[in-house]
């Protein structure tokens, strides 16, 4: 099995290709250990390696997120620990942790009036169909999270979280699309997961 590594724009976080579906559904992120023993074994041991704070999965990779322990000393813990879990043929998440989705995955309830529902419609098919596909490729995620008063209200996850870079992706990136868009939306703003 060859594992190939990508950097991301995010220097603590790297993202690793396994050559195989790593979550056939949705996204999964995770903070802590108790947590990951909870949801998922692949989690688990790799929350497990020192230095490591963060764990993410999409369809195809796997990001983790170090902290200021050097990636040479990290990296190939993290490739054993991959290889270890997909040569067991083991599934990736534990099968009571609900995985159907990203709806699944992100955490909080949405927010927006009533009367805004077509907007927010528009606004999460533009994320969808635009915006994701491209933060997917450095490792991450990006889930809407609410609207109100012109507001768009985003969750970054995986690699976004906690990136140098997220600030401007949000204010020149994604703010520009959608105000191009939806000429109702004034900002977007970056929300941590209740």
Not at 164 to 185: D, M, Q, Y
């Amino acid at each position: 099995m060859f594992i190939q590594t990508e950097s991301t724009p995010n220097p603590q976080t790297l993202k690793f290709l396994p050559g195989r579906v790593v979550l056939e559904n949705g996204t999964a992120e995770f903070l802590d250990r108790d947590d990951a023993e909870a949801r998922s074994k692949l989690a688990a041991r790799l929350m497990a390696i020192e230095g490591v704070t963060a764990v993410f999965f999409g369809y195809d990779f796997v990001t983790v997120t170090k902290d200021e322990t050097a990636w040479q000393h990290l990296k190939p813990a993290v490739l054993a620990g991959l290889m270890e879990h997909f040569l067991s043929n083991e599934p990736v998440m534990s099968a009571s942790a609900t995985t159907g989705g990203a709806k699944a995955s992100d955490s909080g309830e949405e927010f927006f009036d009533a009367g805004d529902e077509g907007l927010v419609t528009t606004i999460k098919e533009l994320l969808d169909t635009r915006v994701r596909p491209a933060v997917a490729q450095d490792g991450g995620d990006i889930t809407f999270r609410g609207f109100r008063d012109g507001v768009v209200f985003l969750n970054m996850r995986g690699s976004c979280a906690g990136c140098p870079s997220s600030t401007a992706t949000l204010k020149h990136g994604i703010e520009n699309l959608l105000r191009h868009f939806v000429p109702e939306v004034e900002a977007v703003e970056a929300m941590e997961a209740a």
